[in-house]
């Protein structure tokens, strides 16, 4: 392995520690971590979760100490590291002093840290070079520790992003880490709980409230509700906010929404003229003691006075360009105001709504194709079928369907779903729980024809149990070979959770996964609920997922006009690749089509001769050859459709690079 020689990456040029990155994760997965790409030539140690951790040695840990030291202090491809206590271990003290020299470290993530490794840490802080990212995941926070995150906030001119998640904890830590964010004026995304508003009787809420109401340095800000009924914390957040002209994304995640709250939001979102995002993330709506009128309006007709403010908020606000919504709460008639409201904006471009009533799908769906909607409304987690031929015939707006066998206790609405699925190219997530009783043979069989032969499913949930306990398929092997089949030979599922309730199930499908795993090169995402010690079989397909997800992040970049060589052999691999478009559209933040187009127009830039021998990294400019003395013909002369034709069975990685 190359981590104690000189970092070799520069400007189009990787590493070397990249050829070696699966036998790096061998040792770090033992430890819990693993170490990615996560942008183009760069690289972070990360978290694996459910991961195998091993009970090493204490030598083993001194090797992996040694290993990340080297790793840290000698690549300045390494931008990203998140440590906890089993990694830091005994040995804190060298791999601090590996952060504190770390060359291009621009992130740390900080979890459940010991309290020597967490005062370790805290002097190592001011000693980091320009660290851009800082989050800190601690149950416990002592004078020592917060004085060193206090001196880092007061002191950075590097840092952009600061995260704090935390359980309870003494006024005087909360007080001090937001007098230390009122000294920083670098800081343009923050993410905090409202922990950071407790206890009650402190001023850490009145503060918080000064430092929002004036920060001008606040691009994106995310708050997640600890506990339920929160309404006046975050009436405290949205009054402050009020006066706030800079900020351009806000995020509340997690918050009960009362009847004042609402107001406040529509009234920030009508008046605001600076956010371009606006997101209610798994938010609720309490139950309103005053019941809904009906107002006759100008502007929109008669509506109800549940929806009004969300319409004249969207009417008068002209910035806001991505929204997410909670539609639960609205009956049939105000979300098709609402869909009529999106589709005369002029500047939102997507708009998610998370949960609708079932009973009003199908109007919804009919609403966004009379007012052509469809390219930026999304219909967002598995609508549950109950009526299987108006959800699928009816409703090609719905794009992730879901079946519970307990909210549909029938068998015939999943025969009809199941049959019905194969011609339905719009549903592209399919997430199935039903009882095994449920799966006989034509179940099974209709299931296995489903999965085998879709060409546009890109996102399956099995799920198979009994009474109120999660089993696995068991000895039902054929319906894991099913599954194996699917992965093998599909192009667009990049994502399969599957929750066997014993370890035999697991086992045998990473055994038969792990053997044709390396040429497949769509699979993105493996969900099992048995994973903790599954061996080298898991190891393996969690390596390719490693190699698929860098892959797609590469192929994006390319797209949006990174154009090095080890970009073009990405997109290359992974054009068909839904999860590409994803990227491609969150980037670009442009819709399907136009994310394919660019898909396409990349793929075509270097077609021709000269073009892909610049990007092989041939030629500079364009290829030319000497005359010869037989008059043969050379590349140059073969004509464009030869040259077209030799393209298809050549790849800019067949071009090797010089060593």
Same mark, same amino acid.
Request: proline content about 6%; charged content about 20%; overall charge negative.
């Given at each position: 392995m190359s981590c104690r020689t000189p970092c070799t990456s520069g400007e189009g040029r990787l590493c070397d520690i990249f050829r070696d990155l699966s036998l790096y994760n061998e040792y770090f997965w033992q430890v819990a971590h693993e170490v990615r790409e996560v942008s183009p030539g760069e690289l972070a140690l990360v978290k694996m979760h459910g991961a195998y951790v091993s009970l090493e040695t204490p030598e083993r840990k001194r090797e992996f100490a040694s290993l990340l030291y080297h790793l840290l202090i000698l690549h300045r491809c390494v931008i990203s590291v998140e440590v906890d206590e089993y990694i830091l271990g005994d040995h804190h003290r060298l791999i601090c002093d590996g952060l504190?020299?770390?060359?291009?470290?621009k992130k740390l993530k900080l979890m459940l840290l010991t309290e020597d490794a967490a005062h370790c840490i805290a002097a190592a802080l001011p000693c980091m070079i320009h660290p851009q990212e800082l989050v800190l995941s601690q149950d416990h926070l002592d004078d020592v520790f917060v004085e060193g995150i206090c001196r880092l906030l007061a002191n950075t001119r590097s840092l952009k992003t600061f995260a704090m998640s935390h359980t309870h904890t003494e006024s005087e830590y909360t007080q001090a880490i937001l007098r230390g964010l009122e000294q920083n004026s670098t800081i343009t995304s923050l993410r905090l709980n409202t922990?950071?508003?407790?206890?009650?009787?402190?001023p850490s809420s009145t503060i918080?409230?000064?430092y929002l109401r004036k920060n001008r340095a606040l691009q994106t800000l995310t708050i997640f509700s600890r506990y339920p009924d929160e309404q006046a914390k975050l009436r405290q957040i949205l009054r402050a906010l009020m006066s706030n002209d800079a900020l351009s994304e806000l995020n509340l995640a997690n918050f009960s929404l009362d009847d004042a709250n609402i107001i406040l939001i529509t009234t920030l979102l009508a008046k605001n003229?600076?956010?371009?995002?606006?997101?209610l993330v798994d938010c609720s709506w309490t139950k309103s003691p005053l019941q809904p009128s009906i107002l006759q309006t100008k502007n929109f007709g008669k509506v109800s006075s549940r929806i009004h403010p969300w319409l004249m908020a969207l009417t008068e606000n002209k910035t806001l360009v991505e929204l997410t919504l909670n539609m639960s709460c609205f009956?049939?008639?105000?979300?098709?105001?609402? &869909? *009529?409201?999106?589709a005369s904006s002029t500047n939102l471009r997507q708009v998610t709504i998370t949960q609708l009533r079932s009973e009003h799908v199908v109007k919804i769906c009919r609403a966004m194709r009379e007012h052509s909607v469809r390219q930026h409304v999304?219909?967002?987690?598995?609508?549950? &079928? *109950?009526?299987?031929?108006?959800?699928?015939?009816?409703?090609k707006e719905v794009t992730c369907i879901g079946f519970d066998s307990i909210a549909v206790s029938e068998l015939e609405p999943l025969r009809t779903t199941l049959s019905l699925l194969p011609s339905c190219s719009h549903v592209t997530s399919f997430d199935l729980r039903v009882n095994e009783h449920f799966m006989h043979k034509e179940i099974s069989s209709l299931l296995a024809k489903y999965i085998t032969s879709t060409t546009v499913l890109r996102d399956l949930t099995l799920s198979i149990y009994n009474g109120a306990r999660y089993m696995a398929f068991g000895t039902e092997l054929a319906l894991i070979q099913m599954l194996v089949e699917m992965v093998q030979s599909s192009r667009r599922m990049y994502e399969l959770?599957?929750?066997?309730?014993?370890?035999?199930?697991?086992?045998l499908l990473l055994s038969k996964l792990s053997h044709s795993i390396r040429s497949n090169y769509t699979l993105l995402y493996l969900r099992l609920s048995k994973r903790?010690?599954?061996?080298?079989?898991?190891?393996?397909?969690?390596?390719?997922k490693r190699r698929h997800l860098a892959l797609v992040m590469r192929a994006a970049h390319f797209v949006m006009g990174m154009k090095h060589k080890y970009c073009a052999e990405a997109v290359e691999l992974v054009h068909f690749n839904p999860r590409l478009v994803e990227k491609v559209r969150e980037l670009a933040l442009a819709d399907e089509n136009e994310a394919l187009s660019r898909i396409r127009k990349s793929l075509k830039s270097f077609s021709e001769l000269d073009d892909f021998m610049r990007m092989a990294g041939v030629v500079h400019y364009s290829v030319t050859c000497q005359r010869r003395n037989d008059g043969r013909k050379q590349l140059v002369d073969i004509g464009r459709d030869c040259w077209l034709c030799i393209r298809q069975y050549l790849k800019v990685g067949d071009v090797l690079d010089p060593q």
């Open positions: 504190s020299k770390c060359p291009n470290l922990l950071i508003m407790y206890p009650e009787t402190s918080f409230s000064e003229r600076t956010l371009k995002g606006f997101n009956d049939s008639d105000d979300c098709q105001s609402f &869909i *009529k409201v999106l999304f219909l967002g987690p598995h609508q549950i &079928i *109950k009526d299987p031929v108006v959800m699928l015939t009816e409703c959770t599957f929750y066997p309730d014993n370890y035999e199930s697991a086992v903790q010690d599954l061996g080298q079989n898991w190891f393996t397909i969690v390596d390719v």
